[in-house]
């Protein structure tokens, strides 16, 4: 069946470096790839998310890529700060219906 | 993220009770989602809703039922609870199905004992 792969299950960063979550997927079909950050205790909300006709999206520090032919995908923070700590999660939307397929989830924990 | 809803918000329970998770939304959604969510597995899909009166299986359907007679409410049903239900549920919602985004709810924290 569909699935998602998504590693590290957790990082440790210091505050200003660098984190990059990496994400597979395998349905070919899949056209639609979002992340979502979800603080302790809290919601899963939207961060940034990119489609399948596009190879890379922007917004302030964070970014994401996308490589269809190796069925990859990866979240980029940059400059990172304490308040990035929490679990990512990065999802596939199934080509042939409205489902997400999530991934297992990244601890980010941004060290001050 | 104040127009989708749900309730109750902490639920204990006893095995092989009835337990009815609520979900609620304003904003005309025509998708719905039912997610559990336990550690090591991520958010897992339990039944989704493509509108009023048509739903269907997800990645994890056993032992619950869903419902949803009316676009706003998208109740989660659990007909005998067992030890095994004990988790986080998020409800969510998407507008289209050519959109894809989904907006969570505060999520259900329920206990089987």
């Known amino acids: 069946g569909e699935n998602v792969e998504q590693h590290p299950s957790t990082l440790s960063v210091q505050e200003g470096d660098s984190a990059v979550i990496k994400c597979t997927y395998s349905?070919?079909?899949?056209?639609?790839f979002p992340w979502y950050k979800q603080e302790l205790g809290k919601r899963p909300q939207l961060i940034i998310d990119i489609r399948s006709n596009v190879g890379e999206k922007k917004d302030q520090r964070i970014a994401v890529t996308l490589n269809k032919t190796a069925k990859h995908f990866s979240l980029h923070i940059t400059e990172t700060q304490p308040e990035d700590s929490a679990v990512y999660f990065c999802?596939?939307?199934?080509?042939?219906?409205?489902?997400?397929?999530f991934g297992t989830g990244t601890l980010l924990a941004v060290q001050p | 993220d104040a127009g989708i809803t749900q309730s109750p918000r902490y639920k204990i329970t006893e095995t092989g009770r009835q337990v009815t998770l609520m979900c609620h939304q304003t904003?005309?959604?025509?998708?719905m989602f039912w997610y559990r969510q336990d550690l090591g597995h991520g958010l897992r899909l339990i039944y989704y809703?493509?509108?009023?009166?048509?739903?269907d299986k997800g990645e994890v359907p056993d032992g619950y039922v869903v419902s949803r007679s009316k676009t706003e409410n998208f109740p989660l049903t659990l007909e005998s609870a067992t030890r095994s239900q004990t988790s986080v549920y998020f409800c969510a919602s998407s507008e289209r199905a050519d959109q894809g985004t989904q907006y969570f709810g505060p999520g259900t924290r329920l206990t089987v004992l």
């Open positions: 809703s493509a509108a009023a009166d048509i739903t």
């Open positions: 349905d070919s079909a899949s056209n639609y």
């Open positions: 904003w005309s959604h025509s998708y």
């Open positions: 999802a596939a939307r199934s080509g042939a219906t409205n489902k997400l397929i």
